[in-house]
């Protein structure tokens, strides 16, 4: 900035602020927080260098990711944005476990309203190609935790074709269960 008032790194770091400061543009004097968070993670001489290092027009963006990951490492020092991302990672997991079940269950109530099939093998009406042969090929194993029979879909009562795995428990970095 230069002049009057000095950016908030040239205050936080105590100096004048020079009209060709490199954080100025970056660290405006009216949002002290962001850099003293990137000062206390990364310190104010790195920083520095890696803005020096960058054409001009991407430093606004490194500084967006300096900020970002700041914070993450201010609330997870050990995992920083790792941590967020495994923990988004597992959720899509999760999710996905979730949407695969509501397909099989979607399943199961079509071919209740489907009219009866002619009496074929179950490996003719799964080797038929259409999207609920998919289904049925690739849904989740169901875990059975007492027997190590196979187990079938009950499609006469979807509602006993839930999955419940509890071992999908974890803890987020928030410190909460997540299922």
Avoid: T
Avoid at 87 to 112: H, K, R
Avoid at 150 to 155: A, C, H, M, T, V
């Amino acid at each position: 900035m230069g002049g009057n008032s000095p950016c908030a790194s040239c205050k936080l770091l105590r100096r004048r602020c020079a009209k060709d400061c490199i954080f100025a543009p970056y660290f405006p004097s009216d949002d002290p927080h962001k850099f003293a968070l990137v000062h206390k993670v990364f310190g104010a001489s790195n920083v520095s260098k890696m803005l020096q290092e960058l054409p001009v027009q991407q430093r606004a963006d490194a500084v967006s990711s300096l900020v970002y990951e700041a914070n993450a490492r201010v609330r997870d020092p050990v995992y920083g944005c790792v941590g967020a991302i495994s923990y988004l990672q597992n959720q899509v997991s999760q999710l996905q476990m979730q949407l695969a079940v509501a397909q099989a269950e979607i399943l199961c109530i079509q071919m209740q309203q489907e009219p009866m099939l002619p009496a074929a093998a179950p490996h003719q009406i799964l080797d038929q190609g259409d999207d609920k042969s998919f289904l049925l090929h690739n849904l989740p194993p169901l875990h059975h935790h007492h027997h190590h029979q196979n187990q079938y879909l009950n499609f006469a009562n979807p509602s006993a074709n839930v999955v419940h795995d509890h071992s999908l428990k974890r803890e987020s970095i928030f410190g909460d269960m997540v299922s």
